[in-house]
């Protein structure tokens, strides 16, 4: 008779302690569940293709064997200078418009004033007098040739509502150079700076998933 109700009791016990052991799990899976949702509304993964980011973002590049990057865009950030941002473009092909998104960085807002000189960028924001050399420690000698007849333009000033973008890779980039300014609601997110921080775990991570998450950002320059 004890040794019946000794066996009964452990095994109530044992299954107790596995409804815990099931319920702890079941509230970890709710809480991962409502962070991703979260995050999601408010992040969007970004697959990075061409090279007009170089050398901050890695795009997807054959020529160099590259497979592009993954980073993340944070859809309630505001742009500031020097900001890299997600742009949605519209163009006309073949009598139909198309969307597409860019990878660029932020240099002038409306108001702003901005020339270029042999690869060195100046910006006279809104209400000042006086050029100021704009410091760009994110750009490469090996993608930024003073010679390049790209990397030199009169000065342009940015409309009102609008954005000034230039690629990294100042050699190949096609951006506000060639498409003007680009409307400040056109932009899609930010790139958090803990993003391009971990893009290699990013990359390594989503890589894997690639036709599940995220979505292609064209960046190649036509």
Same mark, same amino acid.
């Given at each position: 008779?004890?040794?019946?109700?000794?066996?009964?009791?452990?095994? $109530?016990?044992?299954?107790?302690?596995?409804? #815990?052991?099931? %319920?702890?799990?079941?509230?970890?899976?709710?809480?991962?569940?409502?962070?991703?949702?979260? !995050?999601?509304?408010?992040?969007?993964?970004?697959?990075?293709?061409?090279?007009?980011?170089?050398?901050?973002? #890695?795009?997807?590049?054959?020529?160099?064997?590259?497979?592009?990057?993954?980073? !993340?865009?944070?859809?309630?950030?505001?742009?500031?200078?020097?900001?890299?941002?997600?742009? +949605? $473009?519209?163009?006309?092909?073949?009598?139909? =418009?198309?969307?597409?998104?860019?990878?660029?960085?932020?240099?002038?807002?409306?108001?702003?004033?901005?020339?270029?000189? %042999?690869?060195?960028?100046? +910006?006279?924001?809104?209400?000042?007098?006086?050029?100021?050399?704009?410091? =760009?420690?994110?750009?490469?000698?090996?993608? @930024?040739?003073? =010679?390049?007849? +790209?990397?030199?333009?009169? =000065?342009?000033?940015?409309?009102? %509502?609008?954005?000034?973008?230039?690629?990294? @890779?100042?050699?190949?980039?096609?951006?506000?150079?060639?498409?003007?300014? /680009?409307?400040?609601?056109?932009?899609?997110?930010?790139?958090?700076?803990?993003?391009? $921080?971990?893009?290699?775990? #990013?990359?390594? !991570? !989503?890589?894997? /998933?690639?036709? /599940?998450?995220? /979505?292609?950002?064209?960046?190649?320059?036509?």
């Amino acid at each position: 008779m004890y040794t019946t109700v000794g066996k009964s009791l452990f095994e $109530r016990r044992k299954f107790s302690k596995l409804n #815990i052991c099931v %319920n702890v799990i079941l509230v970890l899976l709710v809480v991962i569940c409502i962070a991703e949702i979260v !995050f999601d509304m408010r992040y969007t993964c970004i697959w990075v293709d061409g090279s007009s980011m170089l050398p901050t973002i #890695i795009g997807e590049d054959e020529d160099l064997g590259n497979k592009g990057e993954y980073v !993340f865009a944070d859809r309630k950030s505001s742009p500031d200078y020097g900001d890299i941002v997600v742009v +949605r $473009r519209t163009q006309k092909r073949g009598g139909q =418009e198309v969307t597409s998104f860019i990878i660029k960085r932020v240099v002038a807002f409306g108001g702003d004033t901005v020339k270029m000189e %042999n690869g060195v960028l100046y +910006r006279k924001k809104a209400g000042e007098e006086e050029f100021s050399l704009v410091p =760009e420690d994110y750009i490469s000698e090996e993608y @930024n040739h003073p =010679e390049n007849p +790209r990397n030199s333009f009169s =000065e342009h000033c940015v409309g009102e %509502n609008m954005i000034y973008l230039l690629g990294d @890779n100042r050699d190949l980039s096609n951006d506000s150079r060639f498409h003007g300014d /680009f409307a400040l609601g056109a932009v899609l997110g930010v790139v958090p700076g803990w993003s391009l $921080r971990h893009k290699t775990g #990013i990359t390594s !991570f !989503f890589g894997f /998933f690639k036709k /599940f998450f995220g /979505f292609k950002i064209n960046i190649s320059d036509e």
